[in-house]
């Protein structure tokens, strides 16, 4: 797609990250990553992101097979 960028990265089990960004200097950039995320996605489940204050329309997050991930107990983890 035109002016979309994307960065994708396979984490495990099949689960895969992708960014998609686009839609800069456009009048409804909503729009352009509604279809792009359609376009990746395609008949796949997935699970998509969206920056919380829901001021950036330029940025999603896609994650697919999210349950298949390893998950543990959340205890005292920090980054």
């Not at 686009?22 to 996605?41: E, F, H, K, Q, R």
């Not at 699970?47 to 298949?68: C, G, K, M």
């Amino acid at each position: 797609m035109n002016g979309i960028e994307i960065f994708e990265q396979e984490i495990k089990n099949g689960c895969k990250v992708a960014i998609l960004r686009g839609g800069l200097n456009t009048d409804n950039p909503t729009a352009i990553l509604n279809d792009a995320v359609s376009t990746y996605v395609g008949e796949e489940g997935y699970n998509e992101f969206v920056e919380i204050f829901l001021d950036n329309p330029w940025v999603r997050v896609i994650v697919s097979e999210i349950n298949e991930l390893d998950y543990k107990p959340f205890s005292n983890q920090r980054l």
